[in-house]
């Protein structure tokens, strides 16, 4: 139908428009007047018909109750005169047929169960019970033939159509002159169209008949063959112009057929090659490619002729007549001349200056700029490499990692410049050492790494021995001073059953940890049941943990109770201690983690997060400060020489409105007497401010009375180690008991650990300890139960 449609004139089509929505309009008026009359007709008859029964019923409620038929039979029959009526029927109280006017052959149903209103084609059917006082004691049942009264109402809707119809040729009629004088316009307007197609000749105009739309289409015809005749004459300019264009562009442009026969090639990509555009006309264009990209060159054009919808791209080298070799950008798709024959478009960019840049670059992110070696990045890559190959052909391979020994003693004397010259000399020395295909990379610092591909672990170990004796019989001279340095070696093997590039890069990091802590200037192979690897390993895990603890919370703080043991004294008297939750739930001790902490910087943190923890505890729980009399808080050895940890500790108490004289810190006897002068500051700094100091751990040095003059402490905590066995061995008791006098004599007081029996309380009781804590007095409890 559109296909008709389309292939008709502009007069054709409004007349068709006209006449089809006409028609269509006839159409719908039909559709609307029968269902708006149907509906109609069968509303009044249903509503006609109810009222009739309801009448029927009220007349009749007398002779069902009597079980007068006769009576009954006579109020229907003054049904009669209804027309359309088919059938009426009256039912007892029970729904048995009483009585009926019948009309024609239609019967009344034999019980009235089930009987409803409904419409059942052209018949209607009406149900009416008979009510009294709310109780149902009959019904009555008509049915009526509406038949006649649909083909009146399609009467009077036949009326009507045939005079719209009447109305609508007349507007028709009227209409077809108006739709030919807008039609006529546009049918001349398409045949100057046609004849300026056909001769080509841009002089001929449309002639103008009106004002309105179609005039000013006319005169934007017009006005464009204006314009097309200018442009005509500029045609030949502009190609000109691309011609020059072409070949000038600073590209290779290139036009061969499916062989790779050089059809045309512009001037520009004949002078990069050497040669006339005329010389180049039939020569192949893979004569100019490198011998190594004849292949991807093959492939290329291949896939070019596999996919001609799609623009392929490659980098590869051509070669110009003089021999000079240039790294070209290739870009080619198939394309189609006017007689349809495919042609292969190849446009090539020089791009060696990019690629040389690019190489470049990619050796200075893969290579370290100090050393010339290989970096941290990308040893990581070869080490997963190797650590795939070993998995996939159960193939054996050696990661050796060098840490100098002595090397900031050169950076601390001599500055960095000397450090950074020693390294460079260095890692020529350890190049010598291994072998072509090893993998020599500097991984930071002073420290180095090696990867033997396809080497045994015993081969491993004497390469090890040798890297050592070179770097030990190597002298760094730097003006005028001549230095010798010793390296540690960690050797980890990387075999199928090894972990991923990780966990290798860890073991051999902890076999050169436990080289350095074994005397340093030594090579130590790593085993997984090696004691020293497994502590060292388990450390680096909890640095991991520490740091989430404290980011997340996962500390809690526990208490644990200092009675006095001479006095009785009510006040709350406790030391603080630290626990970690794992994901589970699981309370850990501290001496899981705390060793980790100390080791590796991670101290300071863990007692930032207790301090401004229990200030925060003390200060937001009610009435616990009014129970207090003091608090115990551990202070690591790095905390004491942490500049910025008296800073802090004054802003917590500033907070927090914390009283200072509820606060006592204690710190270790050895962590103290490792940097005296700053500690005697630290603690005299606080002390200032009223806050206490206790030396924990005392008697456990072997300077501690030489060293306890010079410690403005406040309590002296007795080494648990003394105290436990004081009821057996008598040196013990001497010690606990000279501790003891020594601290009274100098006005300090003092408190015995590992008080963990009755007896052991009672014996302290006889030499005058002041306090005792232990878990004979009390087991560390989270502070809410203190």
Request: aromatic share 8%; glycine share 6%.
């Amino acid at each position: 139908m559109s296909k008709v449609f389309a292939r008709l004139s502009i007069k054709g089509k409004l007349f068709t428009i006209a006449i089809t929505s006409s028609l269509f309009s006839m159409l719908l008026a039909l559709v609307i007047l029968v269902t708006v009359n149907v509906t109609e007709v069968k509303r009044k008859a249903q509503s006609d018909l109810m009222a009739v029964a309801s009448l029927i019923a009220n007349r009749s409620v007398a002779a069902v109750m009597f079980d007068d038929a006769n009576l009954a039979k006579e109020n229907l029959v003054s049904l009669n005169n209804l027309p359309d009526l088919r059938s009426a029927c009256v039912y007892t109280k029970k729904g048995l047929l009483f009585t009926s006017l019948d009309k024609q052959t239609t019967l009344c149903p034999p019980v009235s169960h089930g009987l409803r209103n409904y419409f059942d084609k052209l018949s209607l059917y009406v149900y009416q019970p008979m009510r009294v006082d709310d109780e149902i004691v009959g019904a009555i049942f008509l049915s009526a033939d509406l038949s006649s009264a649909f083909w009146r109402e399609l009467k009077f809707i036949g009326v009507v159509l045939i005079v719209l119809f009447v109305a609508l040729s007349i507007t028709f009629l009227l209409t077809a002159p108006l739709l030919n004088r807008v039609a006529k316009p546009i049918a001349q307007l398409a045949k100057t169209a046609q004849k300026v197609s056909e001769e080509h000749d841009y002089s001929i105009r449309a002639a103008k008949h009106s004002s309105d739309e179609m005039g000013i289409l006319v005169d934007a015809f017009n006005d464009m063959l204006d314009t097309v005749e200018i442009q005509n004459k500029a045609l030949i300019s502009v190609k000109n112009n691309y011609q020059a264009l072409y070949d000038n562009n600073p590209t290779m442009v290139f036009n061969l057929d499916m062989q790779g026969q050089i059809i045309s090639v512009n001037r520009f990509g004949a002078r990069q090659l050497g040669l006339s555009v005329e010389e180049l006309q039939g020569c192949s264009i893979f004569n100019f490619a490198h011998p190594e990209d004849i292949g991807n060159c093959n492939q290329f054009f291949q896939s070019c002729r596999n996919h001609p919808e799609q623009v392929h791209k490659l980098e590869s080298r051509i070669i110009c007549r003089n021999g000079n070799i240039i790294w070209a950008r290739e870009t080619a798709r198939l394309v189609k001349d006017e007689n349809n024959r495919q042609h292969l478009l190849l446009v090539c960019e020089d791009i060696t200056e990019t690629r040389r840049l690019s190489e470049k670059i990619a050796y200075q992110a893969s290579h370290d700029e100090l050393t010339g070696l290989v970096n941290r990045r990308q040893f990581d890559i070869h080490i997963q490499n190797l650590v795939l190959e070993a998995q996939a052909n159960d193939s054996h391979h050696v990661l050796c990692y060098l840490d100098l020994d002595q090397f900031k003693i050169v950076n601390d004397t001599c500055g960095h410049l000397a450090g950074d010259e020693l390294l460079r000399q260095l890692g020529e020395v350890l190049r010598q050492q291994v072998r072509r295909m090893d993998i020599l990379a500097r991984l930071g610092g002073d420290e180095f790494g090696i990867l033997m591909s396809y080497c045994s672990l015993e081969q491993a170990i004497i390469t090890g021995e040798k890297l050592r004796n070179a770097v030990c019989d190597f002298q760094f001279a730097w003006e005028n001073r001549s230095f010798n340095i010793g390296v540690s070696i960690g050797i980890s093997p990387i075999n199928r059953a090894c972990g991923n590039a990780v966990d290798v890069l860890k073991e051999a990091d902890a076999a050169c940890y436990a080289a350095k802590e074994k005397g340093r200037n030594r090579v130590h192979i790593f085993s997984p049941d090696d004691e020293e690897l497994t502590l060292r390993q388990g450390e680096m895990q909890w640095v991991e943990k520490i740091r989430i603890g404290i980011e997340h919370d996962r500390f809690q703080l526990f208490g644990q109770l200092i009675v006095p043991i001479a006095e009785n004294r009510g006040g709350l008297h406790f030391e603080t201690l630290i626990r970690y939750r794992d994901d589970q739930g699981k309370i850990i001790p501290p001496g899981a983690f705390l060793p980790a902490a100390e080791r590796y910087n991670m101290a300071s943190p863990l007692d930032r997060w207790v301090i401004s923890r229990l200030f925060e505890y003390l200060a937001t729980t009610p009435d616990f400060l009014n129970r207090l009399e003091m608090c115990s808080v551990n202070l690591s050895g790095l905390s004491l020489s942490d500049q910025t940890m008296l800073s802090f500790i004054d802003e917590q108490f500033r907070k927090w409105q914390i009283p200072t004289h509820k606060i006592c810190f204690e710190i270790t006897e050895t962590a103290a007497i490792s940097n005296l002068s700053y500690a005697r500051q630290f603690i005299d700094s606080l002390r200032q401010k009223g806050c206490s100091f206790s030396l924990d751990d005392f008697g456990s040095g072997l300077s501690s009375f030489a060293y306890l003059k010079n410690l403005p402490v406040d309590y002296l905590k007795i080494d648990g180690l003394f105290v436990k066995d004081i009821l057996e061995d008598r040196v013990d008791l001497t010690m606990v008991k000279a501790i003891n006098e020594v601290a009274h004599v100098m006005g300090k007081k003092t408190i015995a650990e590992f008080v963990e029996t009755q007896s052991i309380f009672d014996l302290l009781q006889t030499l005058g300890v002041n306090y005792a804590q232990g878990y004979g007095i009390a087991k560390p409890v989270p502070l809410r139960e203190l």
